[in-house]
């Protein structure tokens, strides 16, 4: 895991729908911009579900940062090639 | 037609000493089928009275607890013993695994007959909507007029 300023960049995300997940990925790359505060994350797909990915609202999950808080609500998401890349809302607040 | 999908839910069990789990309140199809499969080992082939070889499982009493725990927890407030959260929420199954081999196996075991006796009641519950969910036969007169 490597935390810079509006960069995150980690071994594995989830795109999840309530519990479930959606797109598992590796390498993921999540970039924020100061001045919106969104977020575009890509990555590598490790595994995908076809089903939950129709289903709403998806949150992008960092496991490693968890206590954090780590969560993104999804607002677009598009799979190319086996990489995702997702356009992020702000982060959600710690549940 | 009716719905066939149930939304992802979760049920918090609570345990003993204010700890608590966090399961999934019921498994998809694909979920019960990996709870199955972890579930159950295969035995030597079955060679039937025409000579043909049947390959057959059998449930594994040792495999289906912690199979049946692995399908349903997601969370927990178990914690190490430098009083740190043990992290299981999002993790892949080998890193849930591998926490449920390393707590106390009294702790082990309370989690695991929590998990089946939720599964138990929800298997009840859901006998009971089956019961509820039964509509009376449409009759012909009625599926004529509807077209």
């Known amino acids: 895991m490597r935390l810079e300023p509006n960069t995150i960049s980690g071994a594995r995300g989830l795109v999840k729908h309530q519990y479930q997940t959606a797109v598992e990925v590796q390498a993921f790359l999540l970039r924020r911009d100061p001045a919106s505060k969104k977020c575009t994350v890509s990555g590598a797909i490790v595994s995908q579900d076809a089903y939950l990915l129709t289903q709403r609202p998806l949150v992008f999950v960092v496991p490693s940062l968890a206590a954090a808080g780590g969560r993104w609500p999804v607002e677009k998401l598009s799979i190319t090639d086996n990489q995702l890349i997702a356009q992020l809302g702000p982060m959600l607040e710690r549940e | 037609m009716s719905i066939r999908v149930r939304r992802p839910a979760t049920e ?90 390393h707590i106390d196996s009294d702790a082990y075991m309370e989690v695991q007959k929590a998990i089946q006796e939720h599964q138990t009641r929800r298997a009840a519950v859901i006998a009971e909507e089956k019961k509820t969910r039964t509509t009376a036969p449409i009759s012909v007169r009625t599926l004529v007029s509807a077209g």
């Open chain 2, 12 to 101: 918090r069990l609570d345990l003993s000493d204010g700890d608590h789990l966090l399961v999934k309140t019921d498994l998809t199809a694909g979920e019960y089928r990996e709870l199955m499969r972890a579930a159950s080992r295969p035995l030597s082939v079955t060679a039937t009275a025409t000579g043909a070889s049947i390959p057959t499982m059998e449930l594994d009493p040792i495999a289906a607890g912690l199979a049946t725990v692995l399908a349903y927890l997601l969370d927990w407030s178990f914690q190490d013993a430098d009083g740190r959260k043990i992290l299981i929420a999002d993790q892949p199954p080998e890193v849930i695994k591998a926490a449920l081999a």
